[in-house]
């Protein structure tokens, strides 16, 4: 990692995501991996540190959306935390820290510089580690991961998100095609001249055909850059992350959503299904990822070994906090009020429910009994587990087996976590 590193470059001409004075923190608390509720329920098994401020690390944070974020989690669940920020980019911290400033998130640190030299810096040990699109365009992933492994406490953790290869079938592709053409970032008609060529493409190119960059050509100079002319950009398979994690000294608790990661619910015939649950859970992510063949982005979390949750690979530790009646539902994404009026509406087997995954909005089944209905109506924000079953003029068990099996399949979803109350 040098000074002179063409990425640093890249993201002050281009900042990444480009954002609106106007845009403001509500509008990215759910942007996963940089979502509390998520990072409590799969970092910490839903039992965030207590008695201290909670020590946050934004590494490569771009234009802020994960400061914007976080710092508006804390404030809503009424947390004290100290967020830190690192950049390459200049320019990207400039917006960041403007942005913070109009939220007045003012306890921000806000630094300019490489992720491979934390161990010379200030900062310290952190909880949390934000780790959102850095990792497709740092020289080596394994020395990034290892500074920041360094920085995490035992028992802490770190939210990733890198690009899926085979959801971003084409871009490489369309990346040699331009620069066989000499067309880079460098160029003051670089972006034209890229943008030319997408218009051009025959209707067969792959780029065209993979539905999440069809619509490259029309999109926005900063994105275009960053899908077609970015110096350095690099793609990975589960496995090629698990193994990362692996060798910085992390394991990966959990994909997310976790609903794209099991293969199950893309196989009908039983004996595939049989053959699928017969796998181990990186063998199940990696086919599930085979199958589904469109996640261009991957979140993991991964933690730091020496926890207080309890390490259990295959199973949720947040779902013991269940029985705790005090214990808060938070969903996300959803309003599960509005989400029981619009189910009721249907027949019990064509319900379902619309989830946003990155950019992508999908539809997915969800069965679900009028005790479901009565549970989500309860949900109206976060919500304490005994406030939820205390209306219930049903039988206690019944109740929270239905409300255990809710829980499950909307954590699945990526729409609804669990942390101690
Ligand atoms: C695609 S942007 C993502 C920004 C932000 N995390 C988000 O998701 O909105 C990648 C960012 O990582 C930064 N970056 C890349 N390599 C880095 C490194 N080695 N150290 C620090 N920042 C880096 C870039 O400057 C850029 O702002």
């Known amino acids: 990692m040098t000074d002179d590193d063409p990425i640093a ?13 106007a845009d403001e923190e509500g509008r990215f608390q759910w942007i996963l991996p940089g979502c509390l509720p998520a990072i409590a329920h799969h970092v910490y098994g839903g039992v965030l540190p207590q008695g201290r401020p909670l020590r946050i690390l934004v590494a490569g944070g771009g234009t802020g959306d994960a400061v914007v974020g976080l710092g508006g989690w804390l404030r809503r669940l009424g947390l004290e935390g100290q967020i830190d920020y690192l950049d390459l980019s200049e320019r990207s911290c400039a917006i960041a820290r403007k942005r ?21 810096r200030a900062g310290g040990i952190y909880d949390y580690i ?9 020289p ?34 369309a990346q040699a095609a331009l620069g066989m053409l000499g067309v880079d970032a460098g160029r003051p008609d670089g972006i034209a001249l890229a943008r030319a060529f997408v218009q051009g493409l025959p209707g067969t190119n792959w780029l065209l055909r993979n539905p999440s960059f069809a619509n490259v050509a029309g999109a926005d100079d900063m ?36 609903l794209l990661y099991d293969p199950a619910r893309a196989l009908r015939e039983p004996a595939l299904r049989t053959a699928a649950a017969a796998l181990d859970r990186r063998a199940r992510w990696r086919l599930a990822e085979l199958i589904q063949g469109s996640c261009n982005k991957h979140v993991l979390y991964a933690v730091k070994p020496g926890g207080d949750a309890p390490d259990t690979p295959d ?3 947040a779902e013991r906090l269940l029985d705790d009646p005090r214990t808060l539902l938070v969903p996300a994404g959803i309003h599960p009020p509005s989400l029981a009026t619009s189910l009721k509406a249907e027949p019990e087997a064509r319900r379902g429910v619309r989830i946003q995954v990155g950019s992508r909005s999908m539809s997915v089944g969800l069965l679900a009994s009028d005790l479901d209905l009565a ?31 809710l829980q499950r399949r909307l954590t699945d979803l990526g729409a609804l976590y669990v942390m101690a109350g």
Request: net charge negative; aromatic share 6%; proline share 7%.
């Open 375 to 405: 549970i989500l109506s309860a949900i109206d924000g976060p919500t304490r587990v005994g406030t939820v079953l205390g209306r219930r003029d049903v039988d206690p068990g019944t109740a929270m087996a239905a409300l255990r099996a």
């Open 223 to 258: 994105e275009l850059a960053d899908v077609l002319l970015n110096p350095r950009d690099r793609a990975f398979s589960t496995d090629d992350l698990d193994d990362l994690m692996q060798g910085a000294g992390l394991a990966i608790r959990s994909f997310a959503p976790r």
């Open 315 to 317: 199973a949720d530790p």
């Open 130 to 138: 934000d780790l959102c699109g850095v990792l497709n365009h740092v």
């Open 9 to 21: 470059a890249f993201y002050t001409r281009f900042p990444y995501p480009w954002r609106e004075p």
């Open 100 to 120: 913070a400033a109009a939220l007045g998130l003012d306890t921000v640190r806000f630094e300019v510089g490489a992720i491979e030299t934390l161990a010379d």
């Open 140 to 173: 080596d992933p394994a020395t990034a991961l290892a500074a920041l492994s360094h920085a995490l406490a035992p028992g802490g953790g770190i939210g990733v998100m890198a690009y899926g290869g085979l959801g971003r079938s084409g871009v490489y592709e």
